[in-house]
Nanobody, 124 residues
Framework: QVQLVESGGGLVQAGGSLRLSCAASGLAFSTYAMGWFSQAPGKEREFVAAISLRGRRTYYADPVKDRFTISRDNAKNTVYLQMNSLKPEDTAVYYC?????????????????WGQGTQVTVSS
């Protein structure tokens, strides 16, 4: 059974940082491109960042470029999202997802597995 379990969310003041983790089990982790998506209340789930199988290529949505960094440790079956200079508009539930499709894809339909999400709240 495939499981993606996110952690690291919480409440932080604007300008602060959080590091999200996503631990994967039940799949050959190194054969999946990984992504992070966010979903704010009343909005569609949106692409945040993605990383290729070996971590050599990373992809970001424009609003988070230069603030967020995605990385992965295939030995630990874990993908991370370092979030710096957080803004109130970053408030959302953050989901990690695994894809065997095009690395870096922003298309949710290309991701086969999803975690349950972790809440990030940024206060002003």
């Amino acid at each position: 059974q495939v499981q993606l379990v996110e952690s690291g969310g919480g409440l932080v003041q604007a300008g602060g940082s959080l590091r999200l983790s996503c631990a994967a089990s039940g799949l050959a982790f190194s054969t999946y491109a990984m992504g992070w998506f966010s979903q704010a209340p009343g909005k569609e789930r949106e692409f945040v960042a993605a990383i290729s199988l070996r971590g050599r290529r990373t992809y970001y949505a424009d609003p988070v470029k230069d603030r967020f960094t995605i990385s992965r440790d295939n030995a630990k079956n874990t993908v991370y999202l370092q979030m710096n200079s957080l803004k109130p508009e970053d408030t959302a539930v953050y989901y990690c997802a695994a894809s065997t499709g095009t690395p870096g894809t922003k298309n949710k339909d290309e991701y086969s597995y999803w975690g349950q999400g972790t809440q990030v709240t940024v206060s002003s």
